[in-house]
């Protein structure tokens, strides 16, 4: 089975740092990576996703995420983050290998952007 | 084009009400999800939908039901609702069937629907 595991469930930083987001996955087949964006009282938006090739992968909003398959890791990186950033981020799969699109989520980081 | 649209936003029920969530896409996505969201739980997918006649359980299944008549509507009902289903529910879609690689499973999100059952 596939997991999902969010390292921080929640994440405060002031505007202008730098911030990670953690995500390991656990899977014994391929997956497809994404991060989703949850703002407040909205529903989730794609932020950036991996599928193949180069392990950088950039994504909406100066984001960026790079996919470790060693360490199964696809830790979520802005350099300079803003108060608009403010949201809840998740970290999903799916397998290379479905036909049903079905994602398997972690549990969520919130980031909240102190001025 | 309005994406993935869900109705209502909001609604409290009673202990063994019924109800349906409404959900419905205008982008002619062959699949649909229902997923529940809870504090500190992340998503947890509920049924979903591959085509039009075709639905199967997901994860959290027990006291719910879909049906999907046609491609763009998949409601989910709850029979007899009980406190535990109190929660966000967010309708998905997605373009995974049609082998275009590079969107391939990416979901597009309704803005969702909150629940409480008291």
């Known amino acids: 089975a596939q997991s999902v595991t969010q390292l921080d469930s929640q994440v405060p930083v002031f505007e202008e740092a730098p911030v990670e987001l953690r995500c390991n996955y656990s899977?014994?087949?391929?997956?497809?990576l994404f991060w989703y964006v949850q703002y407040p009282n909205q529903g989730l938006q794609l932020l950036l996703k991996?599928?193949?090739?180069?392990?950088l992968v950039k994504g909406i909003n100066g984001f960026e995420a790079e996919f470790n398959k060693s360490q199964t890791s696809f830790h979520l990186r802005k350099p300079s983050v803003h108060i608009s950033d403010t949201a809840e981020y998740f970290c999903a799969v799916s397998l290379i290998s479905s036909n049903t699109g079905k994602l398997i989520f972690g549990q969520g980081t919130t980031l909240q952007v102190k001025p | 084009n309005a994406g993935v649209t869900q109705t209502p936003k909001f609604r409290i029920l009673k202990i063994g009400q019924s109800m349906t969530l409404q959900c419905a896409q205008d982008?002619?996505?062959?699949?649909m999800y229902w997923y529940r969201q809870d504090p500190g739980m992340g998503l947890k997918l509920i049924y979903y939908s591959v085509g039009a006649g075709i639905t199967d359980k997901g994860e959290v299944p027990n006291g719910y039901n879909v049906s999907r008549s046609t491609t763009e509507d998949f409601p989910l009902r709850l029979e007899l609702a009980a406190p535990s289903q109190t929660s966000v529910y967010f309708c998905a879609s997605s373009d995974a069937g049609t082998r275009v690689f590079s969107s391939y499973n990416e979901q597009f999100f309704g803005p969702g629907t909150r629940l409480t059952v008291l």
């Open positions: 899977s014994s087949v391929s997956v497809y």
């Open positions: 982008m002619n996505h062959n699949y």
């Open positions: 991996y599928l193949s090739g180069s392990t």
